[in-house]
């Protein structure tokens, strides 16, 4: 047997998962919320949780979404102005959010962290306290990073890659099984542009893609997303990474089916 289909074969094992949705995953080119993949992405999502899953989800698409509300061409390079689009944006996002997943009669939690959170003990303890209280509650997370108060990051270039890092982070807080990365390519693609289906060593993968250009709604690239999943592997949690633009993306991701990039965690 293909040994990247066995190691597929233990997905479904997977109790605790990490999500993370990139801007350009559910949003169109204008910044606009795209309704029809956040429907198919919370139906998944609502299937999985129903099915015992504990879902963490981590999404982009704030500052986007802000982008748009205020009526604005592109991005803004300004820290306040793009404080503002997420300040904006952020009530939309959570808005959609919240109107779907009720359709589903699931709660769902706002929050909102920066790096600062993941470096001081207290806080760090408290927001992990918190999420594995709603967590027992049966309530999803919805985490994204907090734009408004994260100057420090956006003004010394650290910010969160459009929540690639911050989905790491996340998984090493929640202790979790699975981060499955959600972007607008099938996965890690080689020279040929062919989806690499397994990686095991990430530093090989990181010198097939180059950093993202600067000037579009969202901040990552694959680049970012291995980077990320070096922690997260590190950690000892497997990474999918996969087009989130598939309609039963995350269904065949837990099931193990042969789509998107699997990146082996240290453990395996």
Known sequence: MNIEIRYREFLPEARRIVVKIGTRVITRASGRPD???IKRLVKQIAALHRQGYEILLVSSGAVGAG???LGLKSRPACVPDLQMCAAVGQARLMARYE????????????????HADFQHRIRFANAKRTMEHMIR?????????NDVVADEELKAGLSLGDNDYLA?????????????????V?????????RVKCI???NDALALVKPVAAGGL?????????????????????VLIACGRDKQVLTDAVAGKDIGTLILSSAL
């Open 35 to 37: 309704l029809q993949p």
């Open 67 to 69: 982008v748009e509300a």
């Open 99 to 114: 109107a779907l997943f009720n359709l589903e009669k699931i709660t769902i939690g706002q929050v909102l962290l920066t």
């Open 137 to 145: 509650h049966d309530v999803i997370p919805i985490i994204n990073e």
């Open 168 to 184: 790491a982070l996340v998984v090493k807080l929640a202790r979790a099984d699975l981060l499955i990365i959600l972007s607008t």
């Open 186 to 194: 099938d996965g890690v693609l080689d020279a040929n542009g062919r």
């Open 200 to 202: 095991e060593n990430l």
């Open 218 to 238: 969202s901040k990552g690239g694959m680049r970012s997303k291995l980077q990320s999943a070096q922690i997260a592997v590190k950690a000892g949690c497997g």
